[in-house]
Structure formats: structure tokens, C-alpha cells
């Protein structure tokens, strides 16, 4: 194997050693940074979801990117399509709001379903749960890129290739000087 | 005494002819057209030459400002990301708030350093006065290469210690002057015209 691109590093001294590694520290920092930032501003605690299933058929498609914002002062309305999570299982689920309850002082009990399914989520929810509510919403859709998001997937279901996309990047960005 | 001291001065130069040839063999080869390799390897011979031949000391401070720069903002970051993950979302939100604006404003003035204060040096030489008493003279080596362009410009700024005047002097050249079709920097001939661009520059301070 030709290691002839190490090379450039085995010429750096200390401090550039120093820095290539804070720089590439920099790089993945700045990334956080951007998504809690995002958190931040949009009040959700994953501000861009990916649609992993056809259940919201012809809205969403499997592979699009959702961007979803969490304001407490927008009361959530049947027709809605919200982002939620089931106590106890991690993947958010993106489906409509079908039936409501509101009480005087602001709270909410919601029924959803899926556009493509043929029944509502009352399967999906925790045993003995018939009802989400505002604590499960991780938030409200407002904007979507299609397709886009196919990649996340592949990478989420073959993990070894996105070993190999990130470990190539983390490579190159520690050798390569500026 | 005279034939001693040149014993002595003859043994000298035999141990430093050693070390440099076992250096040169070890030969710098780059990738001849990325443009950000080739400068490198021309600015390490560079530095190379200034501590080295001519025995001056390498003077860290700009390097050390970036690189203290760098670590407050990955600090602040780091803090921001393990808070988050102690105190899960909704708590963490004032604390998220600060870092991410301070590191953000971080990122900003280390883009100001960079730009203004190091402004392409990469080297500070400080020639130490052999006394003891003078301070020391400042050599500053800046260089750039512009994007997919051959030319490499090398500015060396000499300021006086005493005076704080700056001289400089230029070297606008080709890199195929020094780098071969294999992309192998051949140092014998770069680190002369470092030398001669040095000893133009000290002759200047000499007649003045």
C-alpha cells in the first residue's frame, strides 16, 4: 500500500500535529453546534426527522426529510401532522392528528393515524395507552426536501459503509494541511 | 593555539557534514498539483533553513494564539454537549443558548486571526544577540501561492531590534524552479536562494 500521503504528517511538529487534530475537532464541534442550535430556535428536540415508512402515503414518501418546529404557543388541531414518540420506543412517527380533547386549561389528548393506513395508531401506542399527548409530540411539520433523506437510511441500515464514509472523512481531514 | 582552534574547527564541520546528508536523503515528495502541499513543503524547508543553517530560534507565539483560539471554542462546545446530554432538552436550553453563540463568535475571531493578525506567516525567526545584551532581531517569513497558480511568493521581513525598522525583501518564482516532474522538492536548490535572500537582506543592516 503506498503511504506516501503520510508523509506531509510525518514532517508537521508538535503544534501543527496540535492543530490539525483541534481542527478537525472544530469540524465535527461546528456540526453540533449548527443541530443544537437548530434545537434551539425551533424548540424541538430533533429539529430535521427522516420518513422511514410509507404510512403517510401520497404527503410523505419513505427517504424524505421533514423540518419540524415545537412551539408551545401553536395549539395542535385535528389535521395536523405531527411528529411524536411512544413512551419507550425511540424511532418518532410521523402521522396525522384525527380526533382531540381539550380541556379549559390548554391541555390535549389526541388520536393519530397514518394517511395510508387503514387503521389509527391505537396499536402503535404503550399498552393500555389510547391517547398522546402534548409531553410525546416531538413536533409539528413545516417545510419537507423529498428523497433526500434516503441516504440516512442506508447508511442506518448498513452500518459498515458508514463507518467507512466517516472514518475516510476523519482521515482526510487530519492529514490534509491547510 | 591557532593550530588548535582549527583542529577543533575542523572536527566541528566534520560532525555537522553527517547529519545534513542523512537529512537530504530522506527526500520531500508532494503531490506536485495540490497547490497546499507543495507551498507547505517549501515553507518547511524554509523553516528548515532559518533554525538550522543560520541557528536562529523559532518563535511560537502566533501559532500558540490560534491554537489557544481553537481550544477555547472546542471547550465551549464540548461543555455545550455534555450538559445537553446530562440534562436532557428542554432544561439545557440557556446553557445550549451561550455556547453555541460563544463558539460561534469563537469561530469568527479565530477567522479574524488568521486573516489579520497572522496575514501568511509562517515563520518567526528571532536572532538571539550572541551578548546577550542587544535585544533580539526579528526575522518574519510570510508566503502564498494563489489558487491554481505556480507562483510562489516568499517575503522575508527583517526587523532591527534596536531601531524596529523593517526591511523586506521578495521572491517571486516559479515552483517548477525547485520541484521535479515526480514532485520531489530538490532542497539544494531552494535552501541557497534562502540563504542569499537572508545574507541580502543582513548585508542591507550592515551598510546601514
Not at chain 1, 415545537?70 to 405531527?82: L, S
Not at chain 1, 448498513?158 to 482526510?172: D, E, M, Q, S
Not at chain 2, 574547527?9 to 536523503?25: F, G, I, L, N
Request: proline share 4%; net charge neutral; with cysteine.
Amino acid at each position: 500500500m503506498n503511504l506516501d500521503f503520510l508523509d506531509d504528517v510525518k514532517r508537521m511538529n508538535k503544534r501543527q500535529l496540535v492543530y490539525q487534530v483541534l481542527n478537525f475537532g472544530m469540524i465535527v464541534l461546528s456540526a453540533l453546534m449548527i443541530w443544537k442550535g437548530l434545537m434551539v430556535v425551533t424548540g424541538s428536540e430533533s429539529p430535521i426527522v427522516v420518513v422511514l415508512s410509507g404510512s403517510m402515503e401520497p404527503a410523505f414518501h419513505r427517504g424524505d426529510l421533514l423540518f419540524l418546529t415545537n412551539y408551545n404557543q401553536d395549539p395542535i388541531r385535528v389535521g395536523e401532522i405531527v411528529v411524536f414518540k411512544v413512551d419507550g420506543r425511540d424511532i418518532p412517527i410521523v402521522h396525522r392528528v384525527l380526533k382531540l380533547h381539550e380541556r379549559d386549561d390548554g391541555s390535549v389528548k389526541f388520536l393519530t393515524k397514518g394517511d395510508n393506513n387503514a387503521v389509527d395508531d391505537r396499536g402503535l401506542y404503550a399498552p393500555g395507552q389510547l391517547w398522546l399527548e402534548k409531553k410525546d409530540v416531538v413536533g409539528r411539520a413545516r417545510g419537507f426536501v423529498p428523497y433526500v433523506g434516503i441516504v440516512t437510511i442506508l447508511m442506518n441500515d448498513y452500518p459498515k459503509f458508514k463507518y467507512a464514509v466517516l472514518a475516510c472523512l476523519g482521515i482526510f481531514v487530519l492529514i490534509h494541511r491547510e | 593555539m591557532v593550530s588548535n582552534t582549527k583542529k577543533r574547527e575542523a572536527s566541528a564541520a566534520k560532525v555537522q557534514v553527517v547529519p545534513t546528508t542523512k537529512e537530504e536523503e530522506k527526500m520531500i515528495k508532494v503531490d506536485k498539483w495540490d497547490g497546499s502541499a507543495v507551498k507547505n513543503a517549501l515553507d518547511d524547508v524554509a523553516k528548515k533553513v532559518m533554525t538550522q543553517k543560520l541557528s536562529y530560534v523559532e518563535d511560537h507565539s502566533l501559532m500558540d494564539g490560534r491554537l489557544a483560539i481553537s481550544l477555547i471554542a472546542c471547550c465551549l462546545a464540548m461543555f455545550a454537549v455534555v450538559w445537553d446530554y446530562l440534562h436532557p432538552f428542554p432544561d439545557s436550553k440557556p446553557v445550549l443558548i451561550i455556547c453555541v453563540i460563544s463558539y460561534f463568535i469563537m469561530m469568527g475571531v479565530l477567522t479574524l486571526y488568521v486573516q489579520f493578525r497572522e496575514k501568511g506567516c509562517f515563520m518567526l525567526a528571532l536572532e538571539r544577540d550572541p551578548t546577550g545584551v542587544d535585544p533580539d532581531n526579528r526575522w518574519r517569513l510570510r508566503s502564498f501561492i494563489k489558487r491554481y497558480d505556480d507562483v510562489y511568493n516568499l517575503t522575508i521581513i527583517f526587523e532591527d531590534g534596536h531601531t524596529h525598522k523593517t526591511r523586506e525583501i521578495h521572491l517571486e518564482k516559479s515552483v517548477a524552479s525547485w520541484y521535479d516532474d515526480n514532485g520531489v522538492l530538490l532542497t539544494d536548490l531552494f535552501e541557497p536562494e534562502i540563504v542569499k535572500l537572508h545574507n541580502s537582506l543582513a548585508a542591507e543592516k550592515k551598510e546601514k
